[in-house]
């Protein structure tokens, strides 16, 4: 029996493997001036057909390959294993000390550690940045991340009672042990461990309620985030994505709450739309847009009572420096505002009474990006 992969590649003509090829040489070109500073020479760009392994760069004939199986994975994967081999190139070809230190020496790891890149050779299927399990048994900072997130998720869970009030005040100390949680970390001595993780389904127009989703998403749920191009191989399309960065229990909180407000805010309007008897969607963005508008507002409000009380998050800068590695040049995530009708207002009024409820796991219908999963990286 074929697998979905089996199917999804079957889909795949001669034409757009090219085309996807073409694709990656154009990200080739575009990692090497903003990673690279332009150092590397082209390489012969193919296909593997090893068994395996993810990708590999081959310095004797110059040859940087990658396995068809990351696409289904997903675009980003694809871009991440393409940099760690640029890696090696750039190790080999321009540093000179390829054949000194190994394939993974201290100067391989070096280089991907200031551009952000994966630098690990092979590996269980896990999503980047997730530690061994057998090492966070015995982690203090593992054990207190698990306990924070236990009663991040326990609070969760109260937050879907029928009582408003009730719900309400569970999401709002939910919040704050993220916030005191994340103060605490900011202010110990320890080393956290960045990842990055992708959201939402790849599209060619982004709507300006999803921007302001992402924005809101970036501003208070202790994540950075960017809009990323990705090229959707099987429509022969470019489109983007979002890109949120941070340490692992942040990246899965702000993945969850993602997806739970972009489910809940078109649930929303399809209520609105059928209890009023709209007969068309000419004002589904606007309704939207005041959905975010609205919860954006209230976390603004939390955020502002959480100062008053001493607990003021000026950011992460480790985590900063981390993200401008991963993108030199930034496009910052924004949204323009839709027309302040009716339809906004409206919008506005029902996103201020969202509560985020459920617990993390219950997000989790999707897979997390794979870096290097069950095969190998040159």
Excluded at 203 to 232: C, D, K, N, Q
Aim: net charge positive; charged share 25%.
């Amino acid at each position: 029996m074929s697998s979905p992969l089996d199917e999804q590649l079957k889909r795949m003509s001669a034409e757009h493997w090219a085309l996807t090829l073409r694709e990656v040489v154009r990200c080739y070109a575009e990692m090497n001036a903003a990673l690279f500073g332009s150092e590397l020479r082209l390489p012969h760009l193919t296909w593997s057909e090893a068994v395996g392994t993810w990708g590999a760069w081959c310095p004797g004939d110059r040859k940087l390959s990658l396995s068809p199986r990351l696409l289904s994975l997903g675009w980003g994967e694809l871009v991440e294993v393409l940099k760690h081999e640029m890696a090696h190139q750039y190790v080999d070809e321009v540093l000179g000390l390829g054949g000194q230190e190994g394939p993974h020496g201290s100067s391989f790891r070096r280089v991907c550690r200031e551009r952000g890149i994966d630098p690990r050779a092979a590996g269980e299927p896990r999503a980047p940045g997730q530690a061994d399990p057998s090492e966070e048994s015995s982690d203090p900072e593992a054990h207190q991340r698990r306990t924070a997130l236990r009663r991040f998720e326990h609070l969760l869970a109260l937050a879907q009672s029928d009582n408003q009030f009730e719900a309400e005040s569970a999401m709002v100390k939910a919040q704050k042990i993220l916030l005191k949680y994340n103060l605490e970390q900011a202010a110990s001595a320890g080393k956290s461990e960045y990842s990055f993780r992708h959201v939402g389904s790849p599209t060619g127009r982004r709507m300006a309620w999803e921007s302001l989703l992402g924005v809101l998403i970036g501003e208070h749920f202790f994540v950075e985030v960017i809009i990323v191009p990705v090229y959707r191989p099987l429509e022969k399309k470019r489109g983007s994505v979002f890109e949120m960065c941070g340490v692992r229990h942040n990246l899965e909180t702000a993945a969850y709450t993602y997806d739970f407000l972009h489910r809940t805010a078109l649930a929303m309007w399809k209520r609105h739309k059928k209890a009023l008897a709209i007969p068309s969607d000419r004002d589904k963005q606007s309704f939207l847009y005041g959905v975010m508008t609205g919860f954006s507002s209230k976390l603004e409000r939390e955020a502002k009572t959480s100062q008053e009380e001493g607990l003021v998050w000026l950011g992460d800068p480790e985590l900063h420096r981390y993200f401008r590695r991963r993108h030199p040049h930034v496009r910052k995530v924004s949204g323009q505002a839709k027309t302040l009708n009716d339809a906004f207002a409206q919008g506005r009024e029902v996103g201020a009474r969202i509560v985020i409820h459920k617990g993390v796991d219950a997000g989790r219908d999707r897979h997390p990006p794979r870096l290097l999963g069950t095969g190998k990286s040159g």
